[in-house]
């Protein structure tokens, strides 16, 4: 559920960023600098953001990837003892 609130987090953030950058071609953005360099600095925000809610899907999915794992393995683990001794 977490990582499902996560995704559509990250689902909007891209929406913002790629706004963003379909801004940079509005000619009128493009010949005044003030508008330019808002846009970027903007833009620059925006992409952090983004990476770091990544980062955040990168944890959260590995640790739940490794409970899973880690359930999985020690019923594995048991039948390769049973493997082993018979």
């Known amino acids: 559920r977490r990582l499902e609130k996560l995704e559509a987090r990250i ?8 706004s963003g950058q379909v801004a940079f071609a ?3 953005i493009a010949r005044d600098h003030e508008k330019l360099r808002a846009l970027q600095a903007e833009q620059t925000a925006l ?3 983004l990476d770091a809610l990544y980062a955040e899907w990168e944890t959260l999915s590995e640790a739940l990837s490794a409970s899973g794992s880690e359930a999985a393995s020690g019923s594995l683990s048991a039948s390769g003892s049973e493997a082993e001794s018979g």
Request: aromatic fraction near 0%.
């Open 11 to 18: 689902a909007e953030a891209a929406a913002r960023v790629e």
């Open 26 to 28: 509005d000619p009128e």
């Open 47 to 49: 992409q952090a953001g």
